[in-house]
């Protein structure tokens, strides 16, 4: 298994993953599964500024994480929200811990102070698997989407990345050198 940045030829793998939540859960709050030119734009916005990592056997793409921005106001720059997703076939091999661990990495690499997880509830998987991490439980909306024939509360987990005053802005993802990058795991374009 290689953990690589997302790109092009991976964006179908990244679709079939995310459909199934889509589809048979209420872990997404999307109702249509977004088409390959509408995933492909969300990843490469992402990659603009934060990092969308895959993970990858044989060509064939098993999960992937990324982060986004948390909100627009100017003091929250150093705030992230994290998503992973792992196709269901292969959930509880380590895939979505060892592609958290290297975006978690990357985000503090890049100065993000506070990075924020939310869970469609219930789902104890998911709040297992961040608090394995050390988030930490910071409230719930009640009711707030409406999936799967019901309301559906969603919990919010953040985890403290990089304790005190930030030192500058974050820097984009792309700004890491390349050396660091592969110290996390991430190999090159082949």
Known sequence: MIIKIAESSHIQGILDIYARSIEDSHTSFEYQIPSFEEMKKRVEQTLRYYPWIIVESERRVLGYAYATRFRTRKAYDWVCESSVYVHPHMQSRGIGSQLYKVLLALLTTQG????IAGVALPNEASIKFHEKFGFQYAGVFKKVGYKTERWVDVGFWQ?????????STPIPWHQIPFEELEGFGIKKKM
């Open 112 to 115: 993000i102070h506070q990075c």
């Open 159 to 167: 985890l403290e990345l990089k304790p005190g005053p930030p030192a």
